[in-house]
């Protein structure tokens, strides 16, 4: 079992800052990369950051410059800084991995259960 526990949400002001927190647990062999995805009322899951094992990274253009996306290897666990909050960032995040669970495994993503995110005006 693989076990995605998110957490660091909540109420926030337009200009605030939020990190969220995303640990990974379980039978767990090696993770090629974990991210992080936010999904408004009525809309799709989109992605908004991932960091690779190599620590490279990627954010979508809606949040380059406002968020950094970390990660600590040894706790297997990634980060999400999130400054500069608008209101449109309002939705529920949710963290993602790319992981085998062992040496001959294919690699399956896992998800966490969310984390509201809400940015008052």
Not at 22 to 50: D, N
Not at 63 to 83: E, H, P
Not at 104 to 119: A, F, H, K
């Amino acid at each position: 079992q693989v076990q995605l526990v998110e957490s660091g949400g909540g109420l926030v002001q337009a200009g605030g800052s939020l990190r969220l927190s995303c640990a990974a647990s379980g039978s767990i062999f090696s993770i090629t990369a974990m991210g992080w995805y936010q999904q408004a009322p009525g809309k799709q899951r989109e992605l908004v950051a991932h960091i690779t094992s190599g620590d490279s990274t990627y954010y979508t253009d809606a949040v380059k410059g406002r968020f950094t996306i970390s990660r600590d290897s040894a706790k297997n666990t990634v980060y999400l800084q999130m400054n500069s909050l608008k209101p449109e960032d309002t939705a529920v995040y949710y963290c993602a991995a790319d992981l085998l669970r062992g040496p001959v495994d294919r690699e399956r993503r896992y998800w966490g259960q969310g984390t509201q995110v809400t940015v008052s005006s």
